[in-house]
């Protein structure tokens, strides 16, 4: 079985062009029936703003269970720092981790079926991301019972990214979808964490929590680590190859950067 995604041509009639007569009438309409003024856009908007207006907020940082943890939080808090937000984050990317060990399981039962020899990507590989992942998910709870928190709480943070990663975990976990296809939401994935990464690593530093920086600091590179395997072995997956182009030359990107200003 072939890893390189080779789309092949069939009867797709979900385009306009599939079907003229029909489009054609659909599109046949009095002016007046399209002509609303505006009327039912702002009745949505209203609808809408009324709802966002009378929303509550999308959970809340639980209180610390621990003595020690109440009082380490109010000091923080006395001197005009928001622990709060650190904890919310923290309890962000141990949801991410954790989903992220997910991902990397549905990915390797299906290599198991479908990996060829086209791609450099192994197995092994993946089980050692999927390693790193757990990992990572371990070292977050135990910085978050360190602050006094309780890492099996969900957080607002934590219960955004829960939903924001539906769609990646229905796509590795859909038996139809290719092993380029599922390198996609892998590479998708692996770019929120490191962007994740990276805010955790500077709310560690604002707090003066040089350990933790440390740690972060590995776990980011470990990130940054698995986003140029996973981009390479899609590119792999989708035939990709640059040639003689030079990727950081594109013609765009060149102009992007004379027209950046310069630093101060």
């Known amino acids: 079985m072939s890893n390189v995604q080779t789309e ?16 054609k009438a659909m599109q046949d309409v009095e002016p007046a029936l399209m002509d609303s003024d505006g009327v039912d856009e702002m009745a949505l908007a209203e609808l809408r703003s009324e709802y966002i207006a009378n ?40 949801a991410y981790e954790r989903t992220g060990t997910r991902l990397y399981d549905a990915l390797i039962t299906k290599c198991e079926v479908m990996l060829a020899g086209e791609i450099s990507m192994t197995i092994e590989d993946l089980e050692q991301i999927r390693a790193d992942e757990a990992r990572h998910f371990l070292m977050l709870a135990d910085a978050i019972e360190s602050l006094g928190g309780d890492p099996t709480s969900q957080t607002p943070s934590a219960d955004l990214v829960g939903v924001e990663s539906l769609g990646l975990v229905q796509v590795l976990n859909d038996p139809r979808t290719s092993i380029a296809q599922s390198l996609h939401a892998i590479v998708t994935a692996e770019l929120s964490d490191k962007a994740g990464w990276e805010t955790l690593v500077a709310l ?43 990727v950081d030359e594109l013609p765009a990107q060149s102009q992007l950067q004379s027209q950046s200003p310069p630093p101060p």
Request: aromatic share 4%.
């Open 204 to 246: 560690a530093d604002e707090h003066g929590l040089s350990d933790m920086v440390d740690r972060f600091t590995q776990a980011l590179n470990e990130e940054r680590e698995h986003l140029a395997l996973t981009q390479t072995w899609y590119e792999e997956a989708i035939g990709l190859t640059y040639g003689d182009v030079e």
């Open 55 to 94: 929303a509550d907020a999308l959970g809340s940082v639980p209180l610390p269970g621990t003595i020690t943890g109440a009082v380490t939080m109010g000091v923080s808090m006395l001197k005009g720092e928001s622990p709060q937000i650190l904890l919310d984050k923290l309890g962000e990317r141990l």
């Open 8 to 23: 092949h041509i069939g009867m797709n009639r979900t385009g306009i062009q599939m079907s003229p007569i029909d489009s």
